[in-house]
């Protein structure tokens, strides 16, 4: 994870708004925030060179309030728009809000106001006001600056010429609010595949917001990011089948031959997900054996007939992650599944039991799950 992070950083050269939305993708936010560095009451400042991360990002105020009620210092940006209902809570968390409608800047202030961030769309049309409309906006800035102000792209990891867009609307609009907004304004434009997709001159902008390549998840070639998730689980049954049997629910995998199929003890209820049935592979004493029939809730059978040297209950199976040689990455499993890898990390909050390593300690592999 911290070698992600500097990999980030430096191909970015800016510091870093790390997005710890959602349970840090599943990966979960505490121990991440506290393996990239954030301060905590209580704790002395992390002193070891490691990512400089100029905020953390979350999207909702639940996700803050974890953070804070947990004792963290750090500065805390919330990328989702939040409702003017949620300004006093906000204010209490020390949370600096996204905002873009005229009103909301204004009762901001008017409660007080604090640092908050200018979201402008250029092409998202998700959140932020429209880039061709923030002229209207020009006299509210004047009086209210903002402490930052940014866009999120939508398909960064394309070479389509879509960022390229999404970035001049960015900058015209930067330009049509230039005599409101004061010089030194943050901007930041980049996710994770935006700032892979740079060259050495690194992102625009004064910040970047990586949060899946943190993770692990390579979003382009280009920038070589360390494996982060393992889940794994334990072999808890074992058995011959004969020719013409079924496996699991459905009975959507048969066996031509006389095959050997071995349980795991992970289903869907831990996120390993049902799209994995007859598609998904595991890594169990090195070697890559197919999920065989439908992943049930908490069973996984796989193939084991050709493993070489065999395998025995209680033997771990790898399901994402590395194990000796071999990576089955969030990538691959995400893709297997045919859902993105954002979707396929934040799945793996439920069940699962997490276990944290550290870097030094078992090389790039600081997080690692298994049922045991
Ligand atoms: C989630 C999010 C990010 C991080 O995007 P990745 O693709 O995970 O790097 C950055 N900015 C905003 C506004 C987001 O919502």
Known sequence: MQHNAMALQERARRPLVAMVKAD????????VVRALGGTFKGTDAVVAPGPDVWAFG??????AATLR???CLNRILCT????????????????????HRGEDIMTWAALGGGAWHFAID?????????WNEVKALRTVLGEHQPEGIFTHFHSAEREDGSRALQESRFDEAVRALRPALHQTVLQHLDNSAGIASRDAHGSPGALVRPGIGLYGSTVTEALTLAQVVHVRARIIDLREIAAGESVSYGATWRADTPRRIATVALGYADGYRRALSNRGWAIVRGQRVPVVGNVTMDMTMLDVTTLSGGCSLGDIATLVGTDGDDTLSTDDVASWAEMSPYELLTGLRLRLPRRYFDQAGDDDSPW????A
């Open 368 to 371: 690692s799950t298994e049922r």
């Open 24 to 31: 840090a993708y599943g990966v979960g936010m505490l121990p």
């Open 69 to 71: 009620h947990a004792g």
């Open 122 to 130: 250029t092409g998202m049309s998700r959140a932020g006001v429209p």
């Open 58 to 63: 979350v999207a909702t105020l639940d996700e």
């Open 80 to 99: 989702a728009p939040l409702t003017m209902r949620d300004f006093p809570e906000a204010r209490a968390l020390d949370v600096r809000p996204a905002l």
